[in-house]
């Protein structure tokens, strides 16, 4: 049977970290907005594998567990390296939403530590600022969440659901007017680029375009295809640049407005055995927020 964690709907506009209500901790760090502050990349740098972004500024990377005889913690360990697994992780975001040389002009938010917390609670994991400083971000993952992954899942999970929490450290979200479904479906987006996606996923187009999650995230790699590479990128950079207004955001970015967008897609997979259905996140979804 598939694992059913407490589910957690995509946030509503502007409340992007949504920490779970019943947190075991008294000072549960205040969910925050991403910063609105622009750093500008290196200029002089050159990468050297195409691979690789342009020196961006790394992270200090930190690991807490809070509870070591929870199973969940030994799993945890013996299933992935953490350094290599965080530090791969944090490269595969900003190699994706902020990969130069195609695009010079974006611009990644000044994030200077991310803490991966390991506890138990509700849920399966949230990102959040720091109460002392926005630049530092606390990545919650629930210990129990772990230990009911299926064995032969766990390294391929806690790395898919680690890559989506780092996304979060990482996009902008337009000063809090974007679409929750819009800011999940680029952190799923990147999972997805990463070959991190759930068995359970799939591409369906029926439903909103920004049902958040892997639903908008297969919609994204639609206009990535269409569009051309860097496309999601060019929405996140204008993700810090402007509010949120929805024809003047699509229609300034791909010349018409989203729901033609999605229209097209969905008109697309039709032929191809896709699902039409999409009227909601699949319950038995491993949803992260
Ligand atoms: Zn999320």
């Known amino acids: 049977m598939t694992l059913r964690p407490e589910t957690t709907p995509a946030p509503q506009p502007g409340a992007i970290f949504t920490p779970p209500t019943t947190s075991s901790i008294s000072n549960t760090p205040k969910p925050s907005a991403l910063p609105d502050r622009t750093v500008t990349e290196p200029t002089t740098s050159k990468p050297e594998h195409p691979r690789d972004p342009p020196s961006f500024t790394q992270p200090k990377l930190r690991l807490e567990i809070r509870d070591l005889s929870h199973p969940g913690s030994a799993k945890f360990l013996s299933s992935i390296d953490t350094c290599t697994v965080f530090a791969d992780a944090v490269h595969n975001v900003q190699r994706l939403l902020y990969r130069c040389p195609s695009d010079p002009h974006t611009n990644a938010p000044p994030t200077r530590s991310v803490t991966l917390v390991l506890r138990d609670m509700d849920g399966v994991a949230y990102t959040t600022g720091t109460d002392l400083d926005d630049d530092h971000k606390e990545i919650h993952f629930s210990l129990s969440y772990i230990n009911n992954i299926q064995p032969a899942r766990l390294t391929a999970e806690i790395t898919g659901v680690l890559t989506h929490e ?67 990128r060019r929405i996140n950079e204008k993700l810090r640049l402007h509010k949120y207004a929805a024809k003047a955001f699509w229609t300034e970015l791909l010349g018409r407005p989203v729901e033609q967008l999605y229209g097209d897609y969905a008109g697309a997979g039709k032929g191809k055995g896709e699902s039409q259905g999409g009227g909601g996140i699949a319950d038995d979804a491993t949803q992260t927020s």
């Open 166 to 232: 780092l996304v979060h450290c990482y996009q902008w979200n337009a000063c809090n007017s974007c679409p929750g479904g819009l800011i999940e479906g680029i952190a799923d987006w990147v999972r997805l680029c990463c070959d991190l996606s759930p068995p359970h996923w799939k591409r369906e187009t029926g439903g909103d375009w920004d049902q958040g999650y892997q639903h908008t995230a297969y919609f994204l790699q639609y206009l990535e295809t269409r569009f051309g590479e860097g496309t999601v």
